[in-house]
């Protein structure tokens, strides 16, 4: 492997807050420094790179993603810009035009339309040309479907329309008996994370989901010039030795845990997230739990008898009362110290008062967020104030509350929900619509990068890091501006000061950072740098 020069930018580095320049030897950083420095370092390599005032920055890491999907979405079964019942039709329409006996597609999201009223299903059929359809939610926790679907599945008992809960999953089921080759979506989507500056991913794979045959492809897709990928399997055990034989039927080093999108409840958007009172907009509904607390129990007992996390799917407040009264009962069985060991982890809680922060923290666990549902649901006209009323929503997503209680978090896209966007992550983190919930650009730039990988487990303290002697696993960026960014104006007054030595990341209030290049153990992922010249 090269040893490479990277020159003439700025590297975010505590190490080296001021350096402008760094040496990758093979797959590991062996400098960082001045510009009066690397022109020594120059004659001593193989290639040297121009950055042009660009930021060279540890490469992001995705905590919540569905590959698969998203792979779909970039091939054009995205509805997510419709805006209306006919905008809706007229997308179908098109994506039908590249469907064969069936029309999948995923995105819509009928929350902020003037209208919300959705397309009759003998409008959507005719849209489709007489096929049967399945067409999910943005959140992927409802969908619409036609009896020519249903039919086609072997599945007329059920009824055709808006679909959620138990009938949601049999549908999901059983089209993933249908799809048999999703590794060219997930190659796609692997493809884009690498453009979008990100080396590692973790699929958050269940049996409602793709299913065991899809992560399979997943897991032996080669991956060598392809962001690193890390799964949680989404499947519910009682018992020690299965959850052992199950973890041990994945490839070694892949299966983080077992959980992720085991779901707990569904989602806001449909009706399904479970909550402590009623939904605003749907008096005497609560939506939907899909686990109790012994079942939660008995999953946190066996998976921490053999060490494994355990992680679950779940957003309303009362599904969460439901999770941490699981652990309380695991607790009565196995103790609190052998719940904390295994650092169990929380998939999106959305809904977290300062009582329940102070539990998650008694039983150390992890919690994984996405700042951009905010962006894309919070505000005075937000589908969040629909659900649950103004006092509700304005609690909602805290993430300023999480890290000051000392929760440890980590902070993703959900993807497709939302897009790929590291840098767009941070941008909503710090400007939430609750302004006690946001936090600093560092803060939410560390969620995405070092913090990432303790939360997986990786053993290297230099993992998500810019210093010497750590793997060389970063991305280069356009930046015009650079500076530190906090919700307190007089912090960033100070830590913009030279004497403060703190490292600076974009203006993303301004503008997005491009990524360039991204290198992940001094392999390069994507590039789009100018050529670069032989030393």
Known sequence: MAKTLYRNGSIYSAADPFATAMVVDGDTIAWLGGED?????????????????????PAFVESHTHLAALGRTLSGADLGAASSASSLLSLIAEHAQNSTNMVLAQGWDNSDWANQELPAETDLTSAVGGRGYYLARRDVHSALVNQELLDL?????????????ADHDAVREALTKTQKAEQEYQRLALEHYASRGFASVVEMAAPHLEGRE???????????????????????????DHAQELTASFPAGKLLGLGGDLRVDGSLGSHTAY?????????GQ????????????????????????????????????????????????????????????????????????????????????????????????????????????ASMNNLSAMLSAGVPMVLGSDAPV???????????????????????AR??????????????????????????????TFAVWTASELAVQTPDVRISSWS?????????????DQEIPQCLRTVRAGVTLFNALEPSESA
């Not at 730039?445 to 303790?454: H, I, K």
Request: aromatic share 6%.
């Open 37 to 57: 420095a690397a022109e020594r370092h120059a004659g001593t390599v193989d290639e040297v790179v121009d950055l042009n005032g660009g930021l060279v920055a």
């Open 153 to 165: 599945l072997d599945l007329g008992h059920l009824s055709s329309g808006t679909i959620a809960g």
């Open 214 to 240: 899809a992560l399979d492809q997943l897991l032996s897709i080669d991956s060598s010039k392809l962001p690193q990928v890390y799964a949680y399997w989404g499947e519910l055990v009682a018992d020690a």
């Open 275 to 283: 909550l402590r009172e009623d939904y605003s907009d749907k008096p």
């Open 286 to 393: 609560r939506g939907t739990l899909y686990l109790n607390r012994e079942e939660i129990a008995a999953h946190l007992v066996a998976c921490s008898s053999r060490g494994i996390q355990a992680s679950f799917h779940v957003i309303g407040d009362g599904a969460l009362d439901e999770v941490l009264a699981g652990f309380d009962l695991a607790s009565e069985q196995i103790g609190i110290a052998k719940l904390q060991m295994c650092r169990h982890r929380l998939e999106h809680v959305e809904m977290v008062d300062e009582a329940t922060r102070a539990r998650l923290l008694q039983y150390a666990i992890m919690v994984s967020m996405q700042p951009v549902f905010d962006q894309a649901w919070g505000g005075s006209n937000g589908m969040y104030i629909q659900r649950l009323g103004e006092e509700r929503a």
């Open 418 to 440: 939302t897009e790929v966007d590291g840098w767009q992550v941070v941008r909503a983190g710090m400007n939430m619509n609750n302004t006690d919930a946001r936090i600093s």
């Open 443 to 472: 803060a939410a730039f560390l969620a995405q990068t070092r913090s990432t990988y303790r939360a997986m487990g990786e053993m290297n303290p230099y993992a998500g890091q810019l210093v010497i002697g750590a793997p060389a």
């Open 496 to 508: 913009t000061d030279a004497r403060a030595g703190t490292p600076m990341l974009p203006v993303v």
